[in-house]
């Protein structure tokens, strides 16, 4: 790919869009595009479809997404169908008008069906019911990635859908309300070890398994796809084993140095049972990642403690 392509990241101060920018100012990519909420609302399709007949973007990144963890995806999920759908139809049809080739969309591993055979594989799609907890979210998802398929056939665009496993990294969100369970976890180990807390909390039973991949080989992924012209698809994007929410949680007291005792609150979700990954499709062509998991959640911690750490105790539940 041209080092001078004007790449617009859409989404660069989540997680991931941040993630994304970091990697390709690395790489020496030098027009990397963004634009705050503020400066374009990509709710807003007439804003959008401005933004792009102005800026001439070669190649779209779409990390912008309203995401959240179990609690946040059961209690609002009319918010999280509604921004999703009308992101990526504003964002991937503006785009597609002002004739940008190539397109990166991001969903996640749960549009696969709850009780999909494991490791999960890219053709499982739709082959039955989805996780009810996250099912809004899911949908939105779907559509967006068979936006990119539709376009592609009918219009002959470039456009990737890429669905990574569970993520985490520095620029997550740990807000116990909607976060993820890396996240959580993380910051309750760290408030626990702070106060001299006997216990730390963990919602559901801690059977359910997750596969977690380190945001920084998310980017790297996306730039291989970018690189070795993988123009159309859905590639599964994961580390290729898991473990389950309790050996989760020990890892992170391990990390953190808390040393009391679990506590299962069962009168929280479990969630999906198992989502792991099959990421054969894109092994096959070269790529894996490279971030182990207690290596990539000490990582974490460093950027949690110099983000959060004095103010931890004091930030939002
Ligand atoms: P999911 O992968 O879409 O189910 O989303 P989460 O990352 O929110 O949850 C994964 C699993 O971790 C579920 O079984 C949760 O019940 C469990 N879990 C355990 N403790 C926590 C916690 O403090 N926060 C969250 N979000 N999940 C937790």
Redesign the pocket.
Known sequence: MNKQARIFVAGHRGMVGSALVRRLVADGYGNVVTRTRAELDLTDQAAVNRFFESEQIDVVLLAAARVG???A?ASQPGEFIYENLVIETNVIHAAYRARVERLVFFGSS?IYPKQCPQPIREEYLLTSPLEP??DAYAIAKIAGLKLCEAYNREYGTQYVALMPT?LYGPNDNYD?NS????P??LR?AHEARMSGAATLT???SGT?C?EFLHVDDLAAATLFVLEHNLTDGLFNVGVGEDLS?RELAECICKVVGFEGELVFDAS?????PR?LLDVSRLTQIGWRATIGLEAGIAATYQDFVKAHGSTAAAMPA
């Open positions: 963890g179990i609690f995806n749960c907890t996250n569970n116990l976060s993820h369970v890396l959580a976890l309750k963990v919602w559901g359910p997750r929410i929280k979700p479990d969630g999906t989502k």
